[in-house]
């Protein structure tokens, strides 16, 4: 489960994030403390559902969404989607959702699960301080990051933070090297098939998976910022 607000360290500007999972049948949603928390709840204290859901999203996104879960009910697809949404209080929350499909024991699709991630604009002296106190130690391998954040900014439709602060995100969550991440991320984008919406769902889920495929600390078969772009 992704870390809540009490365990990010001072100074630490990471992304909120918090997990959901919704089952196809009877469409039945489970949500963490996170998401609860993010759309103005104390958890435990309302029970989450599409009618609850969608009564949050901002209006010009509603019908999206909307069609974006009819989408994965009918195809047995992930849900994923970049929208907005207002909390209890009329705040205006941007986030992305970033899922893959949930599997019963016999390997039939049974629903999705992922996670909220809020990127709605922090102060710009705070994503400045990240970038500052991160970018230094990785001059080396700028190139391949800044390759992965493109990518990102393409599939998500984010700015260039945003876009390093979900890389971020997905280094310190799995304990993988921020270059070594995104030079995998680039080397399985060939896996990735040409034409949406199954583009972004197989996206959602190498972003969630990549790390599992990165080989131990020292093994011959580390994966180098040249050998993900192709170059000798």
Request: cysteine-free; charged content about 25%.
């Given at each position: 489960?992704?870390?809540?607000?009490?365990?990010?360290?001072?100074?630490?500007?990471?992304?909120?994030?918090?997990?959901?999972?919704?089952?196809?049948?009877?469409?039945?949603?489970?949500?963490?403390?996170?998401?609860?928390?993010?759309?103005?709840?104390?958890?435990?204290?309302?029970?989450?559902?599409?009618?609850l859901l969608?009564?949050?999203?901002?209006?010009?996104?509603?019908?999206?969404?909307?069609?974006?879960?009819?989408?994965?009910?009918?195809?047995?697809?992930?849900?994923?989607?970049?929208?907005?949404?207002?909390?209890?209080?009329?705040?205006?929350?941007?986030?992305?959702?970033?899922?893959?499909?949930?599997?019963?024991?016999?390997?039939?699709?049974?629903?999705?699960?992922?996670?909220?991630?809020?990127?709605?604009?922090?102060?710009?002296?705070?994503?400045?301080?990240?970038?500052?106190?991160?970018?230094?130690?990785?001059?080396?391998?700028?190139?391949?990051?800044?390759?992965?954040?493109?990518?990102?900014?393409?599939?998500?439709?984010?700015?260039?933070?945003?876009?390093?602060?979900?890389?971020?995100?997905?280094?310190?969550?799995?304990?993988?090297?921020?270059?070594?991440?995104?030079?995998?991320?680039?080397?399985?984008?060939?896996?990735?098939p040409p034409?949406?919406?199954?583009?972004?769902?197989?996206?959602?889920?190498?972003?969630?998976?990549?790390?599992?495929?990165?080989?131990e600390e020292?093994?011959?078969?580390?994966?180098?910022?040249?050998?993900?772009?192709?170059?000798?």
């Open positions: 489960m992704p870390q809540t607000d009490q365990d990010v360290p001072p100074g630490d500007h990471r992304p909120v994030v918090g997990s959901f999972r919704f089952w196809f049948a009877g469409e039945r949603w489970e949500w963490s403390d996170e998401v609860a928390r993010m759309h103005g709840y104390e958890p435990g204290s309302v029970s989450p559902t599409t009618e969608l009564s949050h999203k901002h209006p010009d996104d509603r019908a999206h969404v909307q069609d974006v879960l009819d989408y994965a009910l009918h195809s047995g697809e992930s849900f994923s989607s970049r929208h907005r949404f207002l909390d209890t209080q009329g705040v205006i929350h941007n986030v992305i959702v970033v899922a893959d499909r949930m599997f019963d024991e016999s390997g039939a699709v049974v629903g999705t699960s992922g996670y909220y991630i809020d990127v709605t604009d922090t102060l710009a002296e705070e994503r400045q301080e990240v970038l500052d106190e991160t970018l230094p130690e990785l001059f080396e391998a700028r190139a391949v990051i800044e390759q992965a954040k493109g990518v990102l900014m393409r599939i998500y439709r984010i700015d260039a933070d945003q876009a390093f602060r979900i890389l971020r995100w997905r280094s310190q969550e799995t304990n993988v090297k921020l270059r070594t991440l995104a030079a995998r991320l680039m080397a399985e984008l060939h896996t990735l034409a949406p919406p199954a583009v972004q769902s197989r996206f959602d889920h190498l972003l969630l998976t990549v790390h599992e495929r990165i080989p020292g093994s011959d078969a580390q994966v180098s910022p040249t050998s993900a772009t192709g170059q000798s």
